[in-house]
């Protein structure tokens, strides 16, 4: 791969992430009250080292390093870089979200041309979970988020949504 093309992959795979992303801001923004949603059992407050590089790697095939963690409030975003995009996988947890905040997220999601699609798979692990991409082939960026009591969880990367949804499997599992 030549510089120049290294340099455009990049580009458009930070482009695309931050595409991604839009949604997410515009709803953690707009979700000052948070309805209250019960869960089966104690929720233990995740970190970026919940979704470790390692298990990026083994989970999503994606060599990344450790993450840089920024934060508002009761959400952060864990950002993990690779020698490709500074944003290779992005996961955003919001400590203190509901059924009200998630449907913002979707809908935003939904009006950013990145179609829903509802996410059954996850079981008791979550309330709610929903997947969504952005452009296609080597281009897509995949997310997937959900709902576990007050627990929100937003995944996005290139990986695909199967791998993305394993990734989730494993984080709602231990938090």
Known sequence: MSPRSRK?????????????????VVASA?????????TAHKLVPPTCNTASPAVIKHLLGVTVAAPRRSTAGQTFLCEYGSSVSSLAVVIQYNLASGSSNYEQV??????????????RTLGKLANEAFTA????????????????????????SSASIARLVTLMRQILAVS
Do not use: F, I, W
């Open 106 to 119: 979707r809908a935003g999601y939904d009006s950013n041309n990145e179609p829903t699609t509802p996410l």
């Open 8 to 24: 455009c992959g990049t580009l458009r795979a930070a482009v695309l992430s931050l595409c991604m992303l839009a949604p997410l």
């Open 30 to 38: 707009a979700g000052a009250a948070v309805a209250q949603v019960p």
């Open 133 to 156: 991409s952005l452009g296609t082939g080597s281009l897509a960026q995949h997310s997937v988020v959900a709902l576990q009591g007050k627990l929100q969880v937003v995944l996005a």
